[in-house]
C-alpha cells in the first residue's frame, strides 16, 4: 500500500487516530492546508518535583523561538503531566509507562535533553535515539554525571550545599545554559481552559467573593519533601486575622494540597471566619485555576509560588531553608527572609533551637502584603 495518502513528518500526525485538523475540517492528508512539516524532534526529560517541572516550562518558548519547524516531546512523572497539558509548545508529552524506552529508542530526536539530577531521568535519556545528549547522564558505576561543561556548576550545587549556598543565579539561568541557550527573563507557561477558569469563578460566586474588592491567597503548603519550608501556623494566623481587621473588603484564601488535610481544617477554625478554605484534595489544574482567584498570593519556596508566577500574580514570596536567589519572580513581588540565616540548608529537620522560619517576622510579611496589595 502507497504511503502517499499520510504524511508522517507532520506534527498533527500520530497514525494512532484521525489528526486533530481532520476531526475539526474534515481535510486529509493529500491536500490539507494545515500541513506542518517537522523539522527536528527534541527530548525533554524533567520529572519532578511538579514546581520544578512549570517553572522548567519558561524555556520552551525559547527552544521554539527560531525553529518553528521544531517538535517538542516532554517526559514527566504521571503525577506533573497536568501541568504541561494544553501547552501549546509541548507536541507530545508523556508520562512514566512501559512502553516508554521502546519508543524513545525506536523515535529519532536530534538533540535530547535531561535536566533531572536522578538516576531513573538519567536512564531514559539513555534510552533515547539521540545523536546528541545534554545534561544529566549515567556512568558504567551507574551514578548520574554531567555530560558536558556547561552541566558541570548545576551538578555541583546538586551534590555540594556549600556551592549551592554561594549560587546568585536563577534556576531559569541555569536552566538555559544546561538547554544551550541565553536566559532573557523568558516565563513559566501554565495555560488554563475556559472550563478550569469557569469552574474557579463558580467556586468564588458559592462563596460570595465578589463582596470583597480583593483577594489575598495564604498558601500553607510546603510540599512532602521539604515541610521545614512552610511558615509557622500562628504566623499565619496572625496574619489573616490582620488582614481582615484592617482590610474588611479584603478576602482571605487558604490554599493547600493533601499534606495539609488535617492542617487546614484546625487553621479554618481557629480563624473563626477571617478565611476561606479552598480544600486539599483538588487537581492540580483545579489547584492552579483557584489561585488564579488571587490578586495577592503568600507562599513559601513550593509549587503555589511557581503556579503564582506563571499566572502573574502579585507574590510575597517567604523563604527559609532553600535558595532565594534561585527563584526569578519576574518583578511580579517581593522576597520576606527571616532576620537570621538558616543553618539547616536543604535539609528535611531543623537541628537548631530556633529555627529560621521562627525569625520570619509576622510584620514583615504583613508590610509586604500591603505593599502588594497596593500594586494589584
Known amino acids: 500500500m502507497s504511503g502517499l495518502y499520510y504524511k508522517a513528518d507532520c506534527r498533527h500526525f500520530t497514525g494512532e487516530k484521525p489528526c486533530a485538523p481532520h476531526k475539526a475540517e474534515g481535510v486529509v492528508c493529500k491536500n490539507c492546508s494545515r500541513y506542518d512539516p517537522v523539522s527536528e524532534r527534541i527530548l525533554i526529560i524533567k520529572l519532578d518535583a511538579a514546581g520544578d517541572v512549570l517553572r522548567s516550562t519558561s524555556i520552551l518558548p525559547a527552544f521554539k523561538k527560531n525553529n518553528p519547524g521544531l517538535s517538542i516531546w516532554w517526559v514527566t512523572e504521571n503525577s506533573s503531566k497536568p501541568l504541561l497539558e494544553k501547552n501549546p509548545y509541548v507536541d507530545v508529552l508523556l508520562g512514566i509507562d512501559p512502553s516508554l524506552p521502546g519508543l524513545l529508542g525506536g523515535t529519532s530526536f536530534g538533540r535530547a535533553f535531561n535536566f533531572d539530577m536522578s538516576r531513573k531521568a538519567a536512564a531514559i535519556l539513555q534510552e533515547a535515539n539521540s545523536p546528541v545528549k545534554k545534561g544529566f547522564g549515567l556512568s558504567k558505576e551507574g551514578v548520574v554525571i554531567p555530560l558536558e561543561t556547561s552541566s558541570e556548576q548545576w551538578f555541583e550545587m546538586g551534590i555540594f550545599d556549600t556551592v549551592k549556598r554561594a549560587n546568585q543565579r536563577t534556576y531559569q539561568d541555569h536552566l538555559f545554559q544546561l ?3 541565553s536566559y532573557a527573563g523568558e516565563k ?4 488554563l481552559t475556559p472550563k478550569e477558569t469557569a469552574w474557579a469563578d463558580q467556586f468564588a460566586k458559592k462563596n460570595k467573593l465578589s463582596k ?3 483577594i489575598v491567597g495564604l ?6 519533601r521539604w515541610p521545614m519550608k512552610r511558615w509557622r501556623l500562628d504566623g499565619f494566623t496572625w496574619l489573616a ?3 481582615k481587621k484592617k482590610y474588611p473588603k479584603v478576602g482571605v484564601l487558604l490554599y493547600g494540597g493533601p499534606e495539609e488535610r488535617e492542617l487546614m481544617p484546625a487553621l479554618t477554625r481557629k ?3 477571617a478565611c476561606l478554605a479552598t480544600g486539599t484534595e483538588n487537581t492540580l489544574r483545579q489547584f ?4 488564579g482567584l488571587t490578586d495577592v498570593l503568600v507562599t513559601g519556596d513550593t509549587l503555589a509560588l511557581h503556579v503564582g508566577v506563571a499566572l502573574n500574580k502579585r507574590l510575597v514570596a517567604y523563604f527559609g531553608p532553600t535558595s532565594d536567589t534561585e527563584i526569578d519572580i519576574y518583578g511580579r513581588g517581593e522576597k520576606v527572609l527571616p532576620t537570621s540565616p538558616c543553618h539547616c540548608y536543604y535539609q528535611n529537620q531543623c537541628t537548631q533551637k530556633v529555627s529560621c522560619m521562627d525569625n520570619l517576622k509576622e510584620m514583615d ?6 505593599r502588594q496589595l497596593k500594586l494589584s
Open 179 to 181: 538547554g544551550g541557550l
Open 288 to 291: 492552579a485555576s483557584l489561585v
Open 241 to 243: 486575622k490582620q488582614l
Open 365 to 370: 510579611m504583613m508590610a509586604a502584603v500591603e
Open 271 to 273: 480563624l473563626k471566619g
Open 212 to 214: 470583597f474588592n480583593k
Open 219 to 224: 498558601n500553607i503548603g510546603s510540599g512532602g
Open 188 to 191: 513559566p507557561q501554565l495555560i
